[in-house]
């Protein structure tokens, strides 16, 4: 069946959030991937691609290493899911939001290993972040990967369950619709 997208809203709201199909395959980072960023799969925005896409960039936006739009390019390749959302939603972390996230993760984490959370002050310098990231990695990657991967499953579900409400309130219109027209006659 062929549903009407356009109408339902979802469409053209995912569509203003992605990035256009030529400015990804002209990125000077995403040239390495070649012809494959020419797959019109990795494109397509359906229920399944859109609802993918967001777990995938919701998923890596939490986790603490650089490069995290490409690796989100080379994940949504290899799981077939919309790449534009993808990177879109790794930018939940950003300049921004990257200290208050990973602090975040780093005591959920420590609280998940059951250990306390050390009290550490930022100083931007590469031996502080040697120095520290050798006490608390642990914790952060658990932290980061627990609600990384909480986020990627409700990001999912949520779509998923959006698109589906959006498809329902659609044929409801229809019939509806086709009720009117019937009594009119």
Known sequence: MNYNLERMGLRPFFKRLMPERRHLQQHRQLQVLGDILHDPDIFHLTRRSAAGGVAVGL????????????????????????????????????????PPLFFFTYKFGAWLLNEPAKNIQFEPSLSWLAETF?????????????????????????????????????????KALQRDLRKRM
């Open 59 to 98: 998923f890596l936006a939490f986790i603490p290493i650089p490069g995290q739009m490409i690796l989100a390019a080379l994940l949504s390749l290899l799981l077939r899911v919309n790449m534009p959302l993808a990177l879109v939603c790794v930018w939940v972390s950003n300049p921004l939001t990257i």
């Open 134 to 174: 050798a006490e608390i990695w642990q914790p952060l990657l658990l932290g980061s990967l627990t609600l990384g991967g909480l986020a990627g499953l409700v990001g999912y579900v949520l779509v998923r369950l959006l698109w589906r409400l959006a498809i329902v309130r659609k044929w409801e219109e229809r």
